[in-house]
């Protein structure tokens, strides 16, 4: 049975992600970007409003801990702050 609650444990340690307003984020949900994003090596930024599809959830690099496919942008990592959930 102790092995049995050490395994419980270790699945509620599981980091919770949550965006700008406090909504839990999972595996493929859809965000929009609340605010402009610049981009390394690019002159363009993205745009609030941006929607990005199929997010998914990674151990955090630096504070981002979102890794997505951004529209016109290509693969890139994100923070959570910076996305609300779309409903």
């Not at 992600?17 to 949900?29: E, F, I, P, R, S």
């Amino acid at each position: 049975w102790p092995m049995v609650a050490a395994a419980a444990a270790d699945d509620e340690d599981e980091a919770v992600v949550k965006d700008a307003n406090g909504t839990v984020l999972k595996d493929g949900d859809a965000v929009v970007l609340i605010k402009d994003l610049k981009v390394k090596g690019s002159s363009t930024a993205i745009k609030v409003g941006t929607n990005v599809r199929n997010i998914r959830l990674v151990n955090p690099v630096d504070g981002h801990d979102i890794d997505a496919k951004v529209d016109g942008f290509g693969q890139m990592m994100l923070k959570s702050s910076v996305v609300k959930k779309v409903l």
